[in-house]
C-alpha cells in the first residue's frame, strides 16, 4: 500500500464510521479492524507487515483501527462502524450476540491463556493477589478479562471487599503499562495479561526482570477476534481463512512469530465458559 | 629573594604574570556568570515545564487517573527513566500534601504524607501550605537541590495539588565544566599568543637596563675609555639614565687624561727644579773662579803669588762642585767628563807645579766640569722622559705629547 492508496483508504474508513451502516453494505470498501491491547498494538511497524499481508490474500485494503480502551473498540464493532476486532473474551461474552466469533489465536498450543498477578521484583513474599492487600493495585482495563474480572473474581471467590481491599487501584488502559507501573513501582501489584506478560518478557526483558509473576490463573479462552454482525458471510468465511492459513504461509508464520502465536483456530464460545462463570460470579449480565 | 632575581628574568615574568593574572580575571567572572545563567535558565525552564504540566494534570487529578498524571509527568524524562532520576525528580501532590505520584515512586511512595519523608519535605511542605498561586523557588532549602513548587488549580482556582519539581545541583555540572573546559581552552590559546609576546616585550624592555648594568659594572675595573656603550635614544628612565652614564663615562675619560697631564707636568717641574739646584750648587763656585781668573789676568801675571792664590781659588771652587757633579753623574750613570779630563791632563809622573801648567790644568777641568754639567742636565731630562713613557697612554696623541723633545 502506497501512501496514495493509504490516504484513500483512510478516507474511506472516515466516511464508513460516520455513515449509517445500511449505506456501505454496497461498496465494502477497505476492511477495518479495530485492535486492543490484547496485543502489543503500540509495535506500529508490525501492524503494517501484518496490514500489507492481509491486503494481500483479501485482495481489499485492510486498515487497522486503534482506540484507548476496549470499551471504543467494542462499541465500534457494536456500532456496526467496524469490520473486525481483536477484543477480550469478557467484551466478547458480554456482547456475543452482536458480535460473531472469527477466529481464536492459539498460544503455546492452545487457545488459551492466563491471568498473571505481578509484584514488583524486590517483593519476593507475595503469592497471590490475597497477599496485596492496602496496596496500590493496576488493572488493565475495565473491560479486561485478565486485567480486571480474573482478579475481581478471585477477590471475590476470597470473600474479600472489593472497592477497599486496596488502598488504591487504577487502571492503565494497557496491559503493557500495568508491567510499567509495578516495574516503575508505582503500584505495588498489577493484574496482567499473561500471554503478553511472556511476550515482553522475550521482546523488553529489561522490562519484566523489574517484576515478578506471583501467580498464575486458570486458563481462559484467548482473547479473540470477531467481527460485526452483519458482516456478509463471504467476507467472513474469506478474512477467517486468510487468519488460520497464516500459519501455513511462510509470511504469516514470520508474522505469528513477531506476534508470538502459533497460528489462529476458528475457535468456539465454550472456549470463553470461564470468563462467563466469573461474570456470573460477579453479576456481570 | 626576588631583589636578587635579574630584571632580565623578572621584567619578562612579570608581564607573563599580569597577562596570565589578567586572563584569569576575565575567565572566572565569566565562568561564575556563566554559571549563574545556567541556574537562571533552569529555574525559568522548570517554572514553565511547572505550569504547563499544572495545566496537564488538571483533568487527571479531576478524574483521579493515577496512571496518566504517572505518564504526564514521566513525559519530560529521558528514557531509560532511573539514570533521569539521579538529576531531577517531579512529585505531584494532593491538595492534602500526600504524594498522589511521583516520577520516582520508590522515593516518593503514592499516597503518603509529603512532609513525613524527611526534613527537606516537611518545610517544603510547610512552605506549600501557605503558598498562594504564584510558583515558588527554593534555592536554599536542601543544599544539593534546586526546588520549585507549582499549583496545579481548577478552572474556578481551587488547588487541586502542586507539582514539585527538583533538580540535583549537580545537573549544573557539565554545563559548568563544559563552560570550563571552553573558558579553559580559549584562555590556553590567549597565553600561548600573549606569553611568548610578552616575554620577548619584557626582554626587550629589559635590555637597555642590562646594557646600563653592564657597563655600570665595569667602571671600577675597567678603564673608562675601554668600556664601549651606546647611549639610549629613548626619552623614558632608562634613556637619561644611559645618557647620564654616557656622560659619565665621557667625564672619567677626560679625567684620567687630565690626571695623566698632571702628573707629567709635576714630574717636569721636579726636573726643574733640580736642574735649578744643580745650576745653583755650580753658577756660585763658578762665579769665584771666573772672578779669580779674571783677577788673575788682569794683575797676577806679574806677580807669582798670585797664581797659587787663583789655583788656591779655583780648586776650592772646583772642589765644591765635585760632589754635585758626581751626584747628578750617578743619576745618568756616566763617569764624569771633566775626571777624565783631569787624569788626562795630569803628568804620569812628579812635576812641579808652575803657573802655566797649573792654569791650563784647571782650565781643562773647568771644561771638563761644564761638559759634564751639560750631559748629565740632558741624560737627566732624557731618564726623566724615559720614565714618563712608562705612563704615557697607547694613544697616538698621547705619545707624540709624550715624546723626549718635551
Known sequence: MDRREFLEAGVAISTRMLMPSRAWAADPGPLVIGTTPVFLDDEVAFLREWQEYLAERLQRPVAFVHRGTYREISELVLGEKIDAAWVCGFPYMRFHDRMRLLAVPTYQGKPLYRSYVIVPSSDTKSASILDLRGKIYAFSDPDSNSGWLVPQAELQRGGNDRATFFRKSFFTYAHRRVVDAVAAGVAQGGSVDGYVWDTLQILHPELTQKTRVASKSQEFGFPPLVVRANLPAAEFRQLQDVLVRMQSVQAGLALLHKLNLDGFQPGSDQLFGGIAANMHLLGIA | ?406
Open chain 2, 1 to 406: 629573594m626576588l631583589r636578587d632575581i635579574s630584571y632580565r628574568y623578572k621584567i619578562p615574568a612579570t608581564i607573563i604574570a599580569v597577562i596570565v593574572v589578567t586572563a584569569l580575571a576575565i575567565a572566572v567572572p565569566l565562568i561564575s556568570s556563566a554559571n549563574d545563567a545556567a541556574k537562571r535558565d533552569l529555574i525559568e525552564h522548570a517554572l514553565s515545564l511547572g505550569k504547563t504540566l499544572s495545566r496537564s494534570l488538571q483533568p487527571a487529578m479531576l478524574h483521579d487517573e493515577l496512571w496518566q498524571a504517572y505518564e504526564i509527568v514521566t513525559t519530560p524524562f529521558d528514557r531509560p527513566l532511573e539514570e533521569s532520576l539521579r538529576k531531577q525528580a517531579i512529585i505531584l501532590l494532593d491538595a492534602q500534601g500526600a504524594v498522589y505520584v511521583a516520577t520516582d515512586p520508590k522515593r516518593f511512595p503514592s499516597l503518603e504524607p509529603f512532609a513525613k519523608l524527611g526534613a527537606g519535605p516537611a518545610k517544603l511542605s510547610q512552605a506549600i501550605a501557605e503558598q498562594g498561586e504564584e510558583p515558588l523557588v527554593f534555592e536554599d532549602l536542601d543544599p544539593d537541590r534546586l526546588i520549585m513548587a507549582v499549583p496545579v488549580l481548577a478552572v474556578d482556582k481551587t488547588r487541586l495539588g502542586t507539582v514539585v519539581l527538583e533538580y540535583s545541583k549537580d545537573i549544573f555540572r557539565p554545563r559548568f565544566l563544559d563552560t570550563l573546559r571552553r573558558a579553559a581552552i580559549s584562555t590556553a590559546l590567549i597565553l600561548l599568543i600573549l606569553v611568548p609576546f610578552g616575554w620577548l616585550w619584557g626582554k626587550r624592555i629589559a635590555s637597555p637596563l642590562l646594557d646600563l648594568s653592564a657597563a655600570i659594572g665595569k667602571v671600577p675595573k675597567t678603564r673608562a675609555a675601554d668600556i664601549q656603550f651606546p647611549a639610549p635614544a629613548g626619552k623614558d628612565e632608562i634613556g637619561i639614565l644611559g645618557r647620564r652614564f654616557a656622560e659619565m663615562l665621557a667625564g672619567l675619560k677626560e679625567k684620567a687624561s687630565l690626571e695623566k697631564k698632571v702628573v707629567a707636568a709635576e714630574r717636569l717641574a721636579a726636573v726643574g727644579r733640580l736642574t735649578a739646584g744643580i745650576a745653583h750648587e755650580i753658577n756660585n763656585p763658578l762665579g769665584g773662579m771666573l772672578n779669580a781668573i779674571s783677577t788673575y789676568k788682569r794683575q797676577g801675571a806679574q806677580d807669582p803669588s798670585f797664581v797659587e792664590r787663583t789655583m788656591s781659588l779655583l780648586e776650592r771652587g772646583l772642589t765644591h762642585i765635585a760632589p754635585t757633579v758626581i751626584a747628578a753623574s750617578s743619576t745618568s750613570g756616566s763617569i764624569p767628563r771633566a775626571m777624565r779630563c783631569a787624569a788626562a791632563a795630569r803628568p804620569t809622573g812628579p812635576a812641579p807645579i808652575t803657573a802655566t801648567g797649573s792654569c791650563s790644568c784647571v782650565l781643562v777641568l773647568i771644561g771638563g766640569f761644564l761638559v759634564d754639567y751639560a750631559e748629565i742636565m740632558s741624560d737627566s731630562v732624557g731618564a726623566i722622559a724615559q720614565q714618563l713613557d712608562v705612563v704615557r697612554p697607547a694613544s697616538p696623541r698621547n705619545a707624540d705629547r709624550s715624546s723626549p723633545s718635551d
